[in-house]
Each structure stands twice: as structure tokens, then as C-alpha cells.
């Protein structure tokens, strides 16, 4: 089992920053992939950021590329995920999530039936 814990979300001005953290317990955190994803009212759940088991890969959704940033700890058992230049678009509920199975194919992390574990979600709401 492991246990998933969003916090730092919150309300902020366009062209803010908000720094997410995911805290896990369980399982060894240091062998598995991690994601956020998100889900705005009245739309599917999309694909934020990923970050290999290592911490040397990651990807970015399009829409975020160039201003979140998606970082892990392994001694504190931690996944990050800065937001910076946040737009109204980007108000959402982030969840992270595990991948703990192991991963397959080359675009896994956009794929959410990768990931075993959620977390329980954090709101971020970013006004104009």
C-alpha cells in the first residue's frame, strides 16, 4: 500500500507561483515514477507532469512546459511540482500519483491507468 498526500494548493493571482508537494509513505518511494495530473469542472482529468523513479526524466504536458517544474526527493519520500506564471486555465484539482507496477511504452506518463496509487487531490484556483 501507499498513501498519497497533496498539499499547497490555493488561491492565487494570474501570474503567480504555488509550489505542490506529495508526500508518500509506503512502499520505497525511490523505485516507482511519480505524476500530477489534474481535473477542472466539467473536463477529464489531464496529464501535468511526470518524473522517472530516478528523478533524470521527466515530461511536461504542452500546456505547462516551460513553466511548471516537476521534482522529487527521494530522502524525504517527496514529489514537487512548481507552478510558476499560472494562468486562469490552470485552475483545477491536482492529484499526484504513483506508478508503483512499473511503467510500459514510450508515452506511459500521460497514461493514467499507469499510475496505481492517487492521492486525494488539492485545489488550486488561479484568478484573472
Known amino acids: 500500500q501507499v498513501q498519497l498526500v497533496e498539499s499547497g494548493g490555493g488561491l492565487v493571482q494570474a501570474g503567480g507561483s504555488l509550489r505542490l508537494s506529495c508526500a508518500t509513505s509506503g512502499r520505497t518511494f525511490s523505485s516507482y515514477a511519480m505524476g500530477w495530473f489534474r481535473q477542472a469542472p466539467g473536463k477529464e482529468r489531464e496529464f501535468v507532469a511526470a518524473?522517472?523513479?530516478?528523478?533524470?526524466?521527466?515530461y511536461y504536458a504542452d500546456s505547462v512546459k516551460g513553466r511548471f517544474t516537476i521534482s522529487r526527493d527521494n530522502a524525504k519520500n517527496t514529489v514537487y511540482l512548481q507552478m510558476n506564471s499560472l494562468e486562469p486555465e490552470d485552475t483545477a484539482v491536482y492529484y499526484c500519483a504513483a506508478a508503483t507496477a512499473g511503467v510500459y511504452g514510450s508515452t506511459w506518463y500521460r497514461d493514467g491507468r499507469q499510475y496505481d496509487y492517487w492521492g486525494q487531490g488539492t485545489q488550486v484556483t488561479v484568478s484573472s
Open positions: 518524473i522517472s523513479w530516478s528523478g533524470v526524466s521527466t
